[in-house]
Nanobody, 117 residues
Framework: QVQLVESGGGLVQPGGSLRLSCAAS????????MGWYRRSPGKERELVAS???????NYADSVKGRFTISGDSAKNTVYLQMNSLKPEDTAVYFC???????????WGQGTQVTVSS
């Protein structure tokens, strides 16, 4: 059974950095897209960043210039480098993957990112 395992969250001061990772386990044909959504109390779920199997990237306006997503298709793994973090980046970050040749979307377990002094 294919699963997504994500890690890298934690507590960081404003201006600091974190790197999230999301890796797929199990045998699959691959992914069309992988990336992260985030959710915080009182706010709607937001797509933070995504990357296609061809290397095309997409970012929310709120994180452009600060976050960088990269993918390793051979390892079915993506990374989200988060720099210049702000308190408003505080949220639970959920990795996702859209499986090739299907309409299925997999979700990671979520990892808490807290930006506070």
């Amino acid at each position: 059974q294919v699963q997504l395992v994500e890690s890298g969250g934690g507590l960081v001061q404003p201006g600091g950095s974190l790197r999230l990772s999301c890796a797929a386990s199990g045998s699959i044909f691959g992914f069309n897209y992988m990336g992260w959504y985030r959710r915080s109390p009182g706010k709607e779920r937001e797509l933070v960043a995504s990357v296609s199997d061809g290397g095309m990237t997409n970012y929310a306006d709120s994180v452009k210039g600060r976050f960088t997503i990269s993918g390793d298709s051979a390892k079915n793994t993506v990374y989200l480098q988060m720099n210049s973090l702000k308190p408003e980046d505080t949220a639970v970050y959920f990795c996702y993957a859209d499986i090739k040749y299907t309409l299925r979307r997999l979700w990671g377990q979520g990892t808490q990112v807290t930006v506070s002094s």
